[in-house]
């Protein structure tokens, strides 16, 4: 019997403040846990020395036959109090493997253990926290979902001597982001009808969705109609159809325009147009060398200052405002310019030798017919 308490003592652990043991969970309590380290009295494991972060229970870290690694804090034989830490133990291995994570930049996953003002906490060995700002790309009003919830961060700032560790799930999203967008930007090709929404105004034109990277359509491309701001055409969310203007991989940049997926109002315009033919317009602008008048919509041709009036004019405003209807009549096209030439004053003519060819003027005092050439005079042969 003696020999067998003898061999019992010689098996019995040497144990000392500051020594790290391994032992089984053999009793859970509410605010602590036992544990069998091999010593000749279990040690307690309180439940502030589990874990970096704050638990309610100890059910939810440990269960009875988990195996702990624990440093010890407080010994006593006298008392048989042998009092341990989990918690220093998880971090100081905790520091080591997250400053390597920040200097490889290594994407891990965590569990949210806990929502607090300002963001979410986890347990990393040590407590680590995400700032709401690091948690989404987009604003997230509520986070009461997240608990419990498994997130891929980074390390973004870690600080030892201040106990304290920056993580961030937005930081992988973003790299994951750029990835994708690297794959979609050498696919696109200039001349592409895409299907995209709309992401985001701006005064100078709208962002728009083509698959998961944004391509600006400048307020110039947006429709052939002259439009003040963006919003007069478009809002946040509508689908549209552009067309890839240009691709710069490099900077991530796609040009994108609407108003080319639409039919030009130009090419339509100049095939229902004919030279000779008047037409009527309104006057848009007036210049120092003439008037622009729109025949259709968007499209304009010019009136020389020579062809506005019959009389001799020095400025267009002698005769003409803006927002006038007038007659023309077109002097020539040129398709690839996209330029129309017009004359008032040809109209004016034209129209005037029309009424007198559809009638006869017969002088009635004298019995003399009178001719278009006696009306018209030169004027006559240029017309016919």
């Known amino acids: 019997m003696v020999e067998e308490m003898n061999s019992e003592m010689t098996e019995m652990k040497e144990v000392q403040k500051g020594d790290t043991v391994k032992g089984k969970i053999t009793k859970i309590e509410e605010k602590q846990a036992l544990l069998d380290v091999g010593y000749k009295f279990d040690g307690v494991l309180p439940i502030g020395e589990v874990s970096n ?59 949210i253990a806990d929502i607090v003002k300002g963001g979410l906490v986890a347990d990393v060995g040590v407590r680590g926290f995400i700032p709401a700002s690091l948690v989404e790309k987009h604003f997230v009003e509520d986070f009461s979902d997240y608990k419990g919830k498994k997130l891929s961060v980074k390390v973004v700032e870690i600080d030892q001597e201040k106990n304290k560790v920056i993580l961030s799930h937005k930081a992988v999203l973003e790299v994951e982001e750029e990835k994708k967008k690297e794959g979609i930007i050498h696919r696109v090709q200039p001349g592409q009808i895409i299907e995209g929404s709309i992401q985001r105004l701006t005064d100078f034109g709208v962002f728009v969705d083509i698959g998961g990277i944004d391509g600006l359509v400048h307020i110039s491309e947006m429709s052939w109609d002259r439009i003040e701001k963006p919003s007069d055409l478009v809002k946040e969310g509508d689908t549209v159809k552009v067309k890839v203007l240009r691709v710069d991989p490099s900077n991530f940049r796609i040009s994108l325009s609407m108003k080319e997926t639409q039919l030009n109002p130009w090419d339509k315009a100049i095939e229902n147009t004919k030279v000779g033919e008047i037409y009527t317009g309104t006057v848009k602008r007036l210049v120092s060398f003439g008037a622009f008048v729109e025949l259709f919509p968007t499209v304009e041709g010019l009136v020389h200052i020579s062809h506005i009036s019959q009389d001799h004019i020095t400025n267009p405003e002698q005769v003409l405002k803006e927002g006038q209807e007038v007659k023309v009549k077109v002097l020539s096209i040129d398709p690839e310019a996209k330029r129309i030439s017009l004359s008032i004053r040809e109209a004016e003519e034209k129209e005037q030798y029309e009424d007198m060819k559809n009638n006869e003027f017969i002088n009635g005092q004298s019995g003399m017919s009178v001719t278009l050439g006696d009306v018209f005079g030169d004027k006559l042969k240029k017309l016919k």
């Open 53 to 111: 972060i704050h638990i309610e229970k100890m059910t939810d870290a440990l269960e009875v036959g988990d195996e702990v690694e624990a440093k010890v804090i407080k010994i006593n034989d006298e008392e048989e109090k042998l009092i341990l830490s989990k918690k220093v133990i998880d971090g100081e291995k905790a520091w080591v493997q997250l400053n390597q994570k920040f200097e490889s930049g290594e994407v891990f996953e965590i569990e």
